[in-house]
Each structure stands twice: as C-alpha cells, then as structure tokens.
C-alpha cells in the first residue's frame, strides 16, 4: 500500500522538512471552504489540495487526490456529508472530520456519522459560517490529534 503524503520526509538545501499534511474541505458554502483553507493552512502544517461544493464532486475527485484528512459538512446538496461517508470509507484510508453546525457533539446525528466511520467531529462555532474558525481554534487540535496517532501508527 502507499504510504501516506504526509508520512514521507523530503529534503531541501540539505535539511529534511516533513510536508505538511494534505487536506480535502467539503463544504457547500463557498466562505467557509475559504475560512477552513485559511484556518488551517495558517498553522503551516496543513495544505488543502482540494475543495468541493458537495458529497458527489468530492468522491469522484478521490480517483484523483489521495489527501490525508477529508473535513466535511453534513447537510449539503446533490449528496449530502453522511451519505459521503459510507461511499468514502471504502475509497480512502483519510482521516474524516465532520465539521458542522448540525451535528452538535453528542447528538444522535453525530453519533450515527461516528458509526459510520467518522474519526472526528468538531462542531462549527457560529453555525453554517464561522468566520470565527482561526488558527487557534479547537479544529486544529482535532487534526493535530489525528495525524499524530497516525505517525504513531506508521513507520517512515
């Protein structure tokens, strides 16, 4: 199997630099795929390789970009972040974190969306926007956390 993108170290001017974890934003509203890109790609270890307005975009892209981590809203038209979920399980071996305003932490949808596979979910702060989504924000722990136990996981 390959190994992740994110697991390989690569050199420049003699110093080896782990590339930054690659990073898949699915999300309806076009202002927080650009608010989630900023967030995240300002810690300086995320890049965001693709962005997708919807579930099915998204998981015909994923015969084209293998990133390490998928965030994805739930409620979304043409194929919604729960439906996704079950059709990217068995595609990919990404990390998948829920990100929304509808599956508040601890609720039924939220653990219907574990049960199906999801590795996190972090609820939006201000709702369906959040512009309120910075560098420091709890999402950034989510991923550090998953991706740290995946270096666990993984012998480079």
């Known amino acids: 199997m390959p190994e992740s993108a994110s697991a390989v170290a ?22 927080m795929r650009t608010v989630v890109r900023q967030a995240i790609e300002s810690s300086g270890r995320y890049q965001v390789v693709a962005q997708h307005p919807n579930g099915l975009k998204a998981l015909w892209a994923l015969k084209d970009v ?6 994805l809203d739930v409620e979304m038209p043409v194929m919604d972040g729960a439906t996704f979920l079950r059709h990217a399980r068995v595609k990919t071996r990404a990390k998948i974190v829920v990100l929304s305003a509808a599956s508040a932490l601890g609720s039924a949808t939220a653990r219907s969306l574990r049960d199906a596979g999801a590795d996190a979910i972090a609820d939006k702060p201000a709702g369906s926007v959040s512009l309120d989504l910075g560098a420091d924000s709890p999402l950034i722990s989510i991923l550090d956390r998953l991706m740290k136990t995946e270096h666990a996981n993984h012998v480079v």
């Not at 930054?20 to 076009?30: G, I, K, L």
């Not at 293998?66 to 965030?71: C, E, F, G, S, Y």
């Open 10 to 31: 690569w050199t420049k001017l003699g110093k080896s630099v782990n590339k930054p974890h690659t990073v898949m934003v699915v999300d309806d509203a076009s202002m």
């Open 66 to 71: 293998a990133p390490d981590v998928i965030l």
